[in-house]
């Protein structure tokens, strides 16, 4: 079974200067570029990394 992780975009990009991170989606740069390669795994360790993170 082939499972889908939705993107956490909510179309505000912009790059924290302070924490790298998007004050959008809270994801790095590296993550971002790379979600639409990343495996199901990786992609939902991203989004309990997001769940934590503050800006």
């Known amino acids: 079974m082939t499972t889908t992780v939705p993107s956490p975009c909510i179309s505000i990009c912009q790059m924290s200067p302070k924490t790298g991170l998007c004050v959008g989606c809270l994801r790095t740069i590296d993550e ?21 993170r503050t800006l």
Not at 32 to 52: F, M, Y
């Open 32 to 52: 971002i570029a790379n979600w639409s390669i990343l495996p199901d795994d990786e992609k939902l360790k991203i989004l309990r990394l997001v769940g934590v």
